[in-house]
Nanobody
Framework: QVQLVESGGGLVQPGGSLRLSCAASGSFLSLNDMGWGRQAPGKQRELVATISSGGITNYADSVKGRFTISRDNAKNTVYLQMISLKPEDAAVYYC??????????WGQGTQVSVSS
């Protein structure tokens, strides 16, 4: 089992910034891909940023240039720096990891609200 603890969500004005963190713990040898997904009300969950164990990143077009994903392998932690936030970025953000054994896990989610 893998436990994912997310933090950093909150309310921010349009144009503002937030940094999300997610720490993984539990029974795994190592983590392969890590990432962040989000789900807005009435919409499907989508992965917006991923990072491989080697540091290769991928972003959804909607967040390119504004979001930056990074990881600290020693701490089994993944981060999402978000700048220039827009109202359409408001959603519940979920941490996502893939363990070396293959199974992938989602966190419980942290709310990001963007409103003036």
């Amino acid at each position: 089992q893998v436990q994912l603890v997310e933090s950093g969500g909150g309310l921010v004005q349009p144009g503002g910034s937030l940094r999300l963190s997610c720490a993984a713990s539990g029974s795994f040898l190592s983590l392969n891909d890590m990432g962040w997904g989000r789900q807005a009300p009435g919409k499907q969950r989508e992965l917006v940023a991923t990072i491989s164990s080697g540091g290769i990143t991928n972003y959804a077009d909607s967040v390119k240039g504004r979001f930056t994903i990074s990881r600290d392998n020693a701490k089994n932690t993944v981060y999402l720096q978000m700048i220039s936030l827009k109202p359409e970025d408001a959603a519940v953000y979920y941490c996502w990891v893939v363990t070396s054994g293959g199974p992938h896990y989602w966190g419980q989610g942290t709310q990001v609200s963007v409103s003036s």
